[in-house]
């Protein structure tokens, strides 16, 4: 009875030992399981991490696109706008050279009729009221005249048709006469004037 109870004794320590390790391996498995899915939901994590941090930067980078675009398209209509302000200013000028056009050629025909003196003076004083309207508008327009008595010549604006002697040392390579006016738009010459200038010696 004795040795049976031994054996009954050791078949359960036996037992216990063979549950017990199962125990651990199936605790450390488990562990390892647990550890090897921390470590895939990190991975996980990171990659999220990186894809979220991506989109973020291709949204900036978008949304900064889209305001330079903005920028641009918004100097376009300013230009536009500046653009059509100086054709309708060109289009007003080009409507009084026009009317002195027209006015000149009514003076003509009334010198050729023999007008009288006071019709002569109304004509004359509507051409200064014109030439002061053209000059206003050429303001408006970034024109420029160029060609003036007493400057000195430049001939990148002026053109000289004729070369004179100067009667004093002042008058040397400056415009004697000015037979038609130049142009400058916008700081670029359209037309030279055209002037007897004095010789430079």
Not at 101 to 117: D, Y
Request: glycine share 6%; hydrophobic share 35%; aromatic share 6%.
């Amino acid at each position: 009875m004795i040795f049976g109870n031994k054996k009954a004794q050791q078949m359960k320590a036996m037992v216990e030992e063979v549950l017990t390790e199962a125990l651990r391996r199936q605790s450390q498995e488990l562990a390892e399981q647990q550890t090897r899915q921390a470590q895939r939901l990190d991975d996980m994590m990171d990659k999220n991490q990186k894809a979220v941090r991506g989109l973020s930067s291709t949204v900036e980078d978008f949304l900064d696109t889209l305001q330079d675009e903005n920028e641009k398209h918004q100097d376009l209509q300013q230009e536009y706008a500046k653009a059509k302000e100086r054709e309708q200013s060109l289009l007003g000028l080009l409507g009084l050279y026009q009317e002195q056009a027209e006015l000149f050629e009514q003076w003509v025909a009334a010198q050729n009729q023999g007008s009288s003196e006071a019709a002569l003076e109304a004509w004359r004083q509507q051409q200064v009221i014109l030439k002061g309207k053209i000059a206003a508008e050429s303001r408006l327009c970034v024109i420029e005249s160029t060609g003036l008595t007493g400057e000195l010549v430049d001939y990148r604006i002026h053109e000289v048709l004729q070369a004179l002697e100067p009667e004093t040392r002042e008058q040397e390579g400056t415009v004697a006469k000015v037979y038609s006016h130049g142009m400058l738009y916008q700081g670029s010459v359209i037309r030279k004037a055209r002037v007897a200038a004095y010789r430079k010696e």
